[in-house]
């Protein structure tokens, strides 16, 4: 049976994760707070702004701005969105 977490972005009980997603307090609060559910929406996200606004991964200033976009994300705050992008219509 999977493990189950208050999702704070969903705020029900929802399944966990497996492990902490990254190491450190930030990926345990992840890992106690946050649903597989939102997280591989966040992952997804994070992909997109990745590739709409060419971040690269080995500049701090992009890294820190996935940071916070994660946190608003997750937290159900206001957060950037790629620019130009449209969801797929079901």
């Not at 080995?58 to 969801?87: H, I, S, T, W």
């Amino acid at each position: 049976m999977s493990r189950m977490v208050h999702c704070k972005k969903y705020n029900k009980e929802l399944p966990g994760l497996a492990v902490p997603p990254y190491p450190g307090p930030k990926g345990q609060e992840i890992y106690e707070t946050v649903s597989q559910q939102a997280w591989q929406e966040w992952q997804a996200h994070q992909t997109m702004l990745i590739n709409e606004k060419q971040l690269s991964l080995m500049d701090p200033d992009a890294r820190e701005y996935l940071q916070q976009e994660m946190v608003k994300f997750l937290n159900n705050e206001e957060y950037d969105k790629a620019e130009g992008y449209v969801p797929p219509s079901e």
